[in-house]
C-alpha cells in the first residue's frame, strides 16, 4: 500500500503524516506518496506517520494525513491488492495516531545525585529498556478509451471513494490529468510497475458539504482493511518530486512479536545513554532527538531504525499510557474483545505487539518498497535517554571531596563526548554549557 496525495493545480511532490515528537509540538515533516498541489497553497509537508496491524494475511493500514490546505484541493490515491468492499473503509478518529506516536516516543529520564556523604556512589540506573448527463457520458466515453474502469464508488463519511483500474499508466495518469490532476514527473514508470503486479488504485476526495456541515478543522485518517500475503509498504512514488529525505513513521502492531525489514537492514536507535542534564530544557530534548537520527541515518543510509518494541500490556514506566481496548480496535486490532466486568483480571491483557519504525529514504537509499516481516523476537525496547543532576552540597565528608574533584568532572567528560559521538555537535559548545559544580561554601 502506498499513497498518492494529490491536490487540482501545480506540482508539489512531499510526503504525507502527520508527527508529534515525544508528545511535544512539533512541525509535520513526510509519506509513501506524493502531494500534487497550486503553487500558492503553501504547503509544508515532509513526513509520515501510519499505523500497520499484521496478523497472517490481513492488513489494516490506517493512514493520517496533516495535509494544510483548502479541503476542495484534496485527493487521495492508494495502490491497493484488490477492489475493497465498502465495508473495507472507514474513518479513524487522528487523537489514536497521536497517542501511538506519544506511547512509542523516544523518552528522557532523570535522575537526582544524593549527598555523598550519606549514601555510597555506586548506584547502578535500572536498565529499560452532481454533473449534466451529456457531461457524464462523455466523461464515461473518455474513460473508457484511456482503459480506466471505475471499480466501485462509495461515500463513507466525509470522504468520496473510487476503485479505479487501468490497462495501463499512461492512460490512468491522462485520465487524472484530464480531471484536473498534475502527476509529478516519473510517476508514469512507477505506477506502472504496480499495474503490472495487478494492483486497483484507491481514491478518496473530501465531500465538502458532510467536511463543512461536521466542523472538521482538518482531515480525519483514513483506514483500509485487506488480504494478502506480502507484508509492505510501498514508498517508490514518495520520492519522485519531494525536496529532500523523506521521514516515515510506521507504527506495526502483531500478536506474535517485533516487525522487521527483510529487503533493508533493521537497526535500533542508540539508547540508555547518560547525557548533559541541560537537553532536558523544553527546546534541547527534540533537537537531541532530531540530530542522533539524523546522525545515525547518515551513517546507516540503508537501514529502518527501531525506536520503540514492546508489549502493549505494561511498559516501564511509560512515556504515555498505553493505548486502551476501544482505541485498538479502532487502529484495527479485531481481536481485541470488550473486557468483562465479571473478569477483571483480564481486563489489562491486550495481547499486542507494537513496533515503531523509523525511516529516513530518498531514491537513491530506498530504491525499493519497503518489506517486512513478523518475527518472534518479543524483547522489549525503547529509546530512552538519561540526565543526572549533581548534588549541590558541602564537602564535608571525603565521599563529597572525591564527588566534586573527581566522580562529577569524569562524568560530566562522558557525558560531553557521548553526547558529540551520537548527535555530530560541536564538543566545544557542548562543553561551555555544563555547568561547573562547586562545593557550597
Known sequence: ?????????????????????????????????????????????????????????????????????????????????????????????????????????????????????????????????????????????????????????????????????????????????????????????????????????????????????KGYTKLRPLQINYRHARFMLPIRLGTLNAQGKQELFIYAMTRKGRVETTNYRTIKLPSDLEIPPYIKTKKQFPNFYRSLFRTLANKEKKAVVIEYAWDMNWCDPCAANPLSDKELRDIGVYWIKPANPKEYWKRNAKDVFITRLHVSYDSKSFPSDLVFQVTSNRENYQGRYVVRHPWKGTASCNAAKKYYQQILPDRQAKEAETLARITGWDINKIRRQIPQINPTP
Open 1 to 213: 500500500m502506498y499513497r498518492i496525495i494529490i491536490q487540482k493545480g501545480a506540482t508539489f511532490f512531499i510526503p504525507l503524516f502527520t508527527l508529534l515528537l515525544f508528545s511535544l509540538p512539533t512541525s509535520s515533516w513526510a509519506f509513501c506518496g506524493f502531494y500534487v498541489a497550486k503553487a500558492d497553497t503553501g504547503l509544508f509537508n515532509k513526513s509520515s506517520q501510519v499505523a500497520i496491524v499484521r496478523d497472517k494475511d490481513r492488513n489494516i493500514i490506517t493512514m493520517g494525513s496533516d495535509f494544510k490546505g483548502d479541503a476542495k484541493e484534496f485527493a487521495m490515491v492508494v495502490p491497493v491488492p484488490s477492489i475493497l468492499a465498502k465495508t473495507a473503509i472507514k474513518v479513524v478518529n487522528p487523537k489514536i495516531l497521536d497517542h501511538l506516536d506519544a506511547y512509542t516516543a523516544p523518552r528522557l529520564v532523570e535522575y537526582f545525585d544524593k549527598n555523598p556523604c550519606r549514601v555510597r556512589l555506586s548506584e547502578r540506573m535500572a536498565s529499560m529498556r452532481p454533473m449534466a448527463a451529456p457531461m457524464i457520458k462523455r466523461k464515461v466515453v473518455r474513460r473508457e478509451q484511456l482503459g480506466v474502469t471505475i471499480e466501485a464508488q462509495y461515500k463513507v463519511e466525509e470522504y468520496d471513494i473510487l476503485i479505479l483500474s487501468a490497462k495501463e499508466s499512461t492512460g490512468l495518469i491522462t485520465w487524472l490529468t484530464e480531471n484536473g490532476y498534475k502527476m509529478p514527473k516519473g510517476a508514469k514508470a512507477v505506477v506502472g510497475s504496480y499495474l503490472k503486479q495487478g494492483m486497483r488504485f484507491f481514491v478518496a476526495k473530501v465531500n465538502l458539504k458532510k467536511y463543512n456541515k
